[in-house]
């Protein structure tokens, strides 16, 4: 599996929404090689590094054909005429949550990288799309995006390819992880294997071993909806 970058992308911090809160989210493509380190690419930020960034989340994938059913769900909207709406540093063009799974190895330009998490949206969405629920549309739809860690650091130019290394848990997709945390969410045979990937990131684990230990389900309220003014 080989797949060219659509466009690569990166943001600085700046104030966003009507509360003027920092955040990273708009990203713009790069026309240079940058240089991917362990928490990112250079000159990419987060404002917010309690729920942003880090090492398991240093770099956001979203598939730009996704793009064009948004545009049919909620109208047009100039944030999706062109990739980076999502906040995504990379896009491309025949990759979604179907194809991927926790733990894909890829090598991209002069960096290598593991698909470690699905992307959780939040309410920020709501503000960049001005569309009150579309953190809840996104994560009802599972078009959500994911994440990766750095497994070696590089150079990666506009023009790079995602070049598939290894399948370390390949009956793990990203579809299949969803519909665990959003639809089939007390399957506790799902909750159990999702506890036991030896590729997910420790929060991952503990979200899964506290349903098994409740029998509930996490309120997702604080990240989807914004918080009062």
């Keep these: 599996m080989t797949v060219p970058l659509h466009a690569l992308l990166v943001g600085a911090v700046r104030p966003f929404g009507p ?61 999706l005429e062109r990739a980076g709406a999502f906040g995504e540093n990379l896009s491309t063009i025949g990759l979604t949550e179907a194809d991927i799974a926790i733990g894909d190895v890829f090598r991209l330009g ?67 992880l969803w519909r665990v945390l959003y639809v089939d969410t007390l399957d506790r045979d799902e909750l159990a294997a999702m506890a036991a990937l030896p590729h997910l990131p420790e929060n991952w684990r503990r979200l899964a071993e506290r349903r098994l230990a409740t029998r509930a389900v996490e309120s997702w309220a604080s990240r989807l909806q914004a918080p009062e003014r």
């Design 110 to 176: 002069g960096a290598v990288i593991e698909v470690s998490q699905g992307r959780q949206p939040c309410w920020k969405l709501n503000h960049r799309f001005d569309q009150p629920d579309m953190a809840l549309r996104v994560q009802r739809s599972g078009r959500m995006g994911w994440y990766y860690r750095i497994v070696e650091e590089g150079l990666v130019a506009p023009g790079a390819a995602l070049e598939l290394l290894d399948r370390r848990t390949p009956d793990w997709s990203l579809q299949r």
């Design 19 to 79: 509360d003027a809160v920092p955040s990273g989210i708009a990203k713009a493509p790069v026309d240079r090689a940058v240089h991917l380190g362990r928490e990112g690419f250079l000159g990419d930020g987060q404002g917010d590094r309690r729920h942003h960034g880090g090492p398991d989340k240093a770099v956001h994938h979203y598939a730009f054909e996704h793009y064009a059913t948004w545009r049919q769900e909620i109208g047009r909207r100039d944030v």
